[in-house]
């Protein structure tokens, strides 16, 4: 054989594993869409705060959404812990993960996940002043969708961004479209 053929031979080959590495890529996708989600985060005058979201998952099959709560179950509190310790390294704060907890619900075709997990380092004190942050980490924009940050009762707010759906006393809104990255808040105490 000819290195002219040798040459043909191994394009045809390496375009054969491209195509099929393709081809499988498309054709695995993602098993499930998020069709809500709801976050609530309480933050009070220390650097602890917790984060209580609730996500509706729809799955392809049964299959799939048997093996995502097999994964999930064995894998949700190493899997948060292993994020806000690369969500820290990115934003150049330390986030430690205080406790976790989830339940998952299985409600006919969706998967419901409820998770609360407390966060030591996501307020940060600087001279009176409060602020709730986690650097520019983009949400997701679901039509259904809300995340409520719920300041100490009586908490003054000095500024927030992205500017919220609705403001009401000491609880802020984002809905939807609204939200487009975790909030980065201002505030004092009354």
């Known amino acids: 054989m000819n290195s002219k053929s040798a040459l043909y031979i191994l394009i045809f080959v390496v375009l054969f ?4 590495d393709v081809i499988t890529l498309f054709m695995r996708g993602q098993n499930f869409t998020v069709e809500y989600y ?10 602890v705060a917790t984060i209580t979201t609730t996500s509706g998952l729809l799955f392809k099959t049964e299959k799939k959404k048997s093996e995502y709560i097999e994964a999930y179950k064995q894998t949700s509190a190493e899997t948060f812990k292993k994020y806000f310790s ?4 990115e934003i150049g704060k330390t986030i430690d993960v205080v406790d976790f907890k989830s339940q998952v619900n299985d ?21 009176s ?16 969708s809300n995340l409520k940050v719920h300041l100490p009762e009586g908490a003054v707010l000095e500024s927030v961004e992205p500017t919220p759906t609705k ?7 984002w ?7 975790f909030p980065k808040i201002l505030f004092k105490r009354g």
């Open 17 to 20: 594993f491209l195509i099929v």
């Open 129 to 144: 002043t409060y602020e709730l942050d986690m650097g520019k980490i983009t949400m997701n924009q679901l039509q259904n």
């Open 86 to 89: 690369e969500i820290s390294k």
């Open 38 to 47: 709801d976050s609530d985060i309480y933050v009070d005058y220390s650097s």
């Open 175 to 181: 809905k939807g479209q609204d939200i487009k990255f």
């Open 167 to 173: 403001v009401l006393d000491s609880l802020i809104l």
């Open 107 to 127: 409600k006919d075709d969706l998967l419901e996940i409820v998770e609360v997990v407390t966060l030591r380092g996501l307020v940060k004190d600087n001279n």
